[in-house]
């Protein structure tokens, strides 16, 4: 199959795109890990075969769906190992189509919102709906239209309030932190927000997963996991990216939560240290070979 060109006037083409990551971690004592690495089950029929995260050494996986319905993985790092190292590829098909727009999609008065969507307008750990951010919120936002044109108001926001900064990454950032410190990597341009949604009374829930280069020129950072989110308007999710601020192709969800709290890459119960962290997201053809870009 001859290579296709990647053209970024946004035309969509059913495409593949190669997926994975490379991810290792040094421990000190014996421990449990919780990770949430692969594809959301709800895009595991897209995968072209079985995706499988190997984990070295060969230690016992439990696999589970947690609350939110996001598949996770338990490992428990027993005495006398000193790393632990996660990795996986996959190819998954994608429509090639961007993020949808729906300018007509509706506000919903909380009395009318599905109960499921509801925990989605509460406070949580890294979005604190209960804080000088409501009032914020309805000073900024309350003469702006209800439905797409109030979460692309908010997306606009905070694209231009947060300055991108790998070097100001922070754990431990909220919403509000975010909102005063100006800077951030992707998840804080995400917590804000959400929060301003579910200040907003649009109910509001953090993605993670694939995003790539793919419809766009290549960007000068080392590839990543990304993180966007997903409002609650005309009956349905939507999409909603305010770190880049414009539909984007090849986005691949991996979890869902209520922030980044609830979907970590990782999580060890215990002292461990990186030491290598490496994600792959590009367009291929059906062999596998990377497309090339024009």
């Known amino acids: 199959m001859p290579l296709r060109p990647n053209h970024f006037s946004g035309c969509a083409h ?3 795109i190669k997926i994975g990551f490379d991810i290792q971690l040094a421990i000190t004592s014996p421990m449990a890990l ?7 089950p709800s895009r595991r029929d897209d995968l072209m075969a079985p995706e499988v995260v190997m984990v070295e050494p060969a230690l016992r996986v439990d696999e589970y769906l947690d609350a939110f319905g996001n598949q996770c993985g338990r490992v428990n790092a027993l005495a006398g190992v000193s790393e632990v190292r996660f990795h996986s590829a996959s190819i998954i ?27 989605f307008l509460l406070p949580s750990r890294y ?29 606009d926001f905070v694209h ?3 300055r991108f ?29 959400v929060t301003l949604c579910r200040c907003m009374n649009i109910p509001a829930r953090y993605c993670t997963g ?19 989110f997903e409002v609650f308007l005309g009956g349905r999710w939507y999409t909603f990216d305010a770190r880049h601020n414009t539909p984007r192709i090849g986005r691949v969800v991996m979890a869902r939560g209520r922030d980044a709290g609830d979907v970590p890459i990782t999580m060890c119960f215990g002292v461990n240290t990186l030491k290598k962290f490496e994600v792959t997201t590009y367009e291929v053809d059906v062999y596998g070979n990377p497309v090339q870009t024009v």
């Open 93 to 119: 098909r994608d429509s090639g189509l961007p993020d949808e727009v729906n300018l007509a999609a509706w506000q919903h008065d909380p009395t009318e919102l599905p109960p499921a969507t509801l925990q």
């Open 34 to 40: 919780i990770y949430v690495l692969h594809v959301h």
């Open 127 to 155: 979005c604190e709906v209960d804080s000088e951010l409501l009032q914020f919120a309805w000073n900024q936002f309350g003469q702006t239209p209800p439905g797409w044109a109030r979460v692309q108001a908010i997306c």
């Open 210 to 228: 694939y995003l790539g280069d793919i419809g766009i020129p290549p960007v000068p950072y080392p590839m990543d996991f990304s993180a966007w």
């Open 165 to 193: 900064d790998y070097s100001a990454a922070r754990a431990t950032r909220t919403a509000v932190e975010g909102w005063r410190e100006g800077t951030g990597v992707c998840r804080d341009f995400t917590h804000l927000a």
């Open 14 to 16: 059913p495409m593949y």
């Open 160 to 162: 231009q309030h947060i």
